[in-house]
Nanobody
Framework: QVQLVESGGGLVQAGDSLRLSCAAS????????MGWFRQAPAKEREFVAG????????YYAGSVKGRFTISRDNAKNMVYLQMNSLKPEDTAVYYC?????????????????WGQGTQVTVSS
């Protein structure tokens, strides 16, 4: 079992930056691929970014590529999402996910573990 706890969300203005953190604990949590998803009101949960267990490869949704950066520190069992140039359409609850059943996983059902989420609100 893996436990995930997100932090770092908040209310910011368009153009600002935020860094989300995800603390992972449990069995071999630092050997799993990790990812970030988000869910806006009345919308489905969507993929944001993913990173391999070794941090050698990362992949992004087209809507955030060039603005967001995913990283991880396996020594600390932490995963981060640096979000720059935020837009109002980035407003959502952001979720950390672990254990992707594939090389790259873009759908929620491909991930085994989830955090409770952290709210990000971007005002215009």
């Amino acid at each position: 079992q893996v436990q995930l706890v997100e932090s770092g969300g908040g209310l910011v203005q368009a153009g600002d930056s935020l860094r989300l953190s995800c603390a992972a604990s449990g069995h071999t949590s630092n050997s799993y691929a990790m990812g970030w998803f988000r869910q806006a009101p009345a919308k489905e949960r969507e993929f944001v970014a993913g990173v391999s267990w070794s941090a050698e490869s990362a992949y992004y949704a087209g809507s955030v590529k060039g603005r967001f950066t995913i990283s991880r520190d396996n020594a600390k069992n932490m995963v981060y999402l640096q979000m720059n140039s935020l837009k109002p359409e980035d407003t959502a609850v952001y979720y950390c996910a672990a254990r992707c059943h594939g090389t790259t996983c873009y759908t929620p059902r491909e991930w085994s573990y989830w955090g409770q989420g952290t709210q990000v609100t971007v005002s215009s």
